[in-house]
């Protein structure tokens, strides 16, 4: 009999902090795609993930203490500290609800679709993606735009009413 190697699997934990995430149905399962959609994309099948759906106010303060930038912003990343018993640990994403809501409306964009793509963002800083130089931003924004349309999400990057 030939043994079957069990398929290993990133351990993603998602906590619910600010109650408003959960007037939206479904939202763990989605955040949980979308983080699931950017492991696979660059070949992560193991490690340890958490994401935080928070508020602003939590974020604000996490910005402020981390970035020294005293406001709110959409998604946060904060990568695993290096060192013994570490372990495959990548770090965390948090979300602040009010932002991503308020950029979700002004952008008619779903609500969940818009949580989805932030999550993926935030994810693929975790695996050393990042936005700071235009040639980074561009491959980082076309991964993202492919991962969304692979999950049905609409071009994030594309103005809804001139499809650019």
């Known amino acids: ?15 619910i902090e600010a109650p408003q995430w959960r007037e939206n149905p479904g939202i763990e399962a989605e ?6 959609c950017a492991l696979a994309a660059e070949g ?11 508020d602003d106010d939590s974020v604000r303060a996490l910005n402020s203490q981390f970035r020294q930038i ?14 013994p018993g570490k372990g495959d640990a990548l770090g965390d994403v948090i979300l602040g609800y009010e932002t991503v809501a308020r950029e979700a409306k002004e952008q008619r964009k ?3 679709d818009h949580a989805q793509h932030l999550t993926m963002h935030g994810v693929l800083h975790l695996l050393g993606f990042d936005h700071e130089r235009e040639d980074e931003a561009a491959e980082m924004e076309a991964l993202e735009t492919s991962l969304c349309l692979s999950l ?10 001139t499809g650019i």
């Open 1 to 15: 009999m030939i043994a079957k190697r069990q398929q290993e699997v990133a351990a993603i934990n998602i906590l």
């Open 31 to 36: 955040i949980l795609k979308a983080a699931q």
């Open 44 to 54: 992560r099948t193991t490690g340890e993930l958490s994401i935080l759906l928070s």
């Open 70 to 83: 005293d406001k709110p912003t959409n998604v946060l990343s904060f990568p695993a500290a290096e060192g």
């Open 110 to 112: 779903p609500l969940l």
């Open 152 to 161: 049905g999400i609409a071009d994030p990057y594309k103005d809804p009413d």
